[in-house]
């Protein structure tokens, strides 16, 4: 599933569009809103828009417990910023989300094998649809 060119937007993922603070995953964490999409538990919450924060946010976060070696973890990693640069522009489109507010996503991976491509992508697809639902309706999925 390649994303259309009808948005004519940039497949781009910004260091904006990263959470790098370690106090903004605790507080991601506690807030307890989650849902779960095999091989995702997804953590977000939706805050308001405020002037040096307008765009969305994500960490991928994949335990050292289930995969030892570095290289597989940044695999993963890898293809799951991919999947979320080609379709969080489709997805997660202002027109879609609430105009007031603005998504933080850590996306923590609990499969125990790499997947291919494919099914990440679809995945990631899927929680970004269900994402779009829960802030249109504003309860849990």
Do not use: W
């Not at 828009?49 to 990693?77: G, M």
Request: hydrophobic letters at 35%; charged letters at 30%; one cysteine or more.
């Amino acid at each position: 599933m390649r994303p259309e060119s009808v948005n004519r937007q940039p497949l781009t993922f910004s260091k904006k569009e990263r959470i790098c603070s370690r106090l903004q995953i605790e507080n991601l964490l506690q807030k307890r809103k989650k849902l779960f999409c095999y091989p995702f538990k997804c953590f977000y919450d939706f805050l308001p828009v405020d002037d040096e924060n307008v765009v969305n946010q994500i960490v991928v976060s994949v335990p050292k417990r289930y995969f030892k070696h570095a290289v597989d973890r940044n695999r993963i990693k890898r293809l799951v910023r991919e999947a979320y640069r080609h379709h969080h522009h489709r997805i997660l489109d202002p027109q879609t989300l609430d105009k007031q507010a603005r998504l933080q996503l850590l996306l923590l991976y609990v499969g125990t094998e790499i997947l291919p491509y494919n099914l990440v992508e679809n995945k990631i697809i899927e929680i970004l649809e269900r994402l779009c639902k829960v802030s249109q309706q504003g309860s849990n999925p």
